[in-house]
């Protein structure tokens, strides 16, 4: 590592779902969940979705950040059943949902001077059962969630344990970009985004990221040219 120690070696940080891994728990367990409960209730699953959805961005627009990303609590506020427990018993329907290029990528990371993390506004029961799946906390130098630290994406206070920041890699312009430029590290965006979600009032009107990664392959070598 150059002769740096740990602690001296800036982090790169990546949000997980449609960044890292397509969403494994919206589609291996929480839709199941909200299509059964929708059959039970005799409604369409989009339909439940849309009182979840806007009891969320509720809570949101009130500052409870983290509150909005608390499945189970916002079942239980709408009268249904208990959200299921994660429960990965095998690992190949999470791989499928990786990304080409993804785990070459970090293992390549791994070869340059940084510490690597996932920063997630997903809480930790509902994402690091899919990730110890995949063996990737051997990958992984630290896994951030809003139910731990207390602080949600783009709240800049969800960064500090993984700082100094280096760069920050996500989907949303909402909480991956604005979370990196305020907390002073660059921005990678995976994709275009057509998103154009302020529902944070002091988000920026224009806000782009520093770069769109649109090959993975890229990536390493846009972090070595800033080390």
């Known amino acids: 590592?150059?002769?740096?120690?740990?602690?001296?070696?800036p982090w790169v940080t990546f949000d997980?779902?449609?960044?890292?891994?397509?969403?494994?728990?919206?589609?291996?367990?929480?839709?199941?969940?909200?299509?059964?409960?929708?059959q039970r209730l005799g409604t369409d699953y989009r339909s439940l979705?849309?009182?979840?959805?806007?009891?969320?961005?509720?809570?949101?627009r009130r500052g409870r950040w983290v509150d909005s990303f608390d499945w189970p609590a916002i079942a239980e506020h709408l009268g249904l059943s208990r959200v299921p427990e994660v429960r990965v018993s095998s690992p190949k329907p999470v791989r499928a949902l990786v990304p080409t290029g993804v785990e070459a990528m970090l293992w390549s990371?791994?070869?340059?001077?940084?510490?690597?993390?996932?920063?997630?506004?997903?809480?930790?029961?509902f994402q690091y059962p899919y990730l110890k799946a995949l063996g990737w906390p051997?990958?992984?130098?630290?896994?951030?969630?809003?139910?731990?630290?207390?602080?949600?994406?783009?709240?800049?206070?969800?960064?500090?344990?993984?700082?100094?920041?280096?760069?920050?890699?996500?989907?949303?312009?909402?909480?991956?970009?604005?979370?990196?430029?305020?907390?002073?590290?660059k921005s990678a965006l995976v994709g275009p985004s057509s998103e154009h979600d302020h529902i944070d009032p002091l988000m920026p009107a224009n806000l782009e990221p520093d770069w769109i990664i649109?090959?993975?392959?890229?990536?390493?070598?846009?972090?070595?040219?800033?080390?």
């Open 1 to 9: 590592m150059n002769g740096h120690d740990l602690g001296s070696r």
């Open 138 to 185: 051997y990958l992984l130098d630290a896994v951030i969630t809003p139910d731990r630290i207390g602080a949600a994406k783009p709240n800049p206070a969800i960064m500090v344990p993984v700082s100094p920041g280096l760069i920050h890699v996500g989907d949303r312009l909402s909480h991956d970009v604005l979370a990196a430029r305020r907390s002073g590290r």
């Open 16 to 38: 997980m779902d449609n960044t890292l891994i397509q969403s494994p728990y919206w589609r291996l367990h929480f839709r199941p969940w909200l299509e059964a409960e929708a």
């Open 49 to 60: 979705w849309r009182h979840f959805h806007q009891r969320s961005e509720e809570l949101w």
């Open 214 to 227: 649109n090959d993975w392959r890229h990536l390493p070598q846009i972090v070595a040219s800033m080390l």
């Open 109 to 125: 990371l791994r070869q340059l001077n940084v510490r690597l993390a996932i920063v997630t506004n997903g809480f930790w029961a």
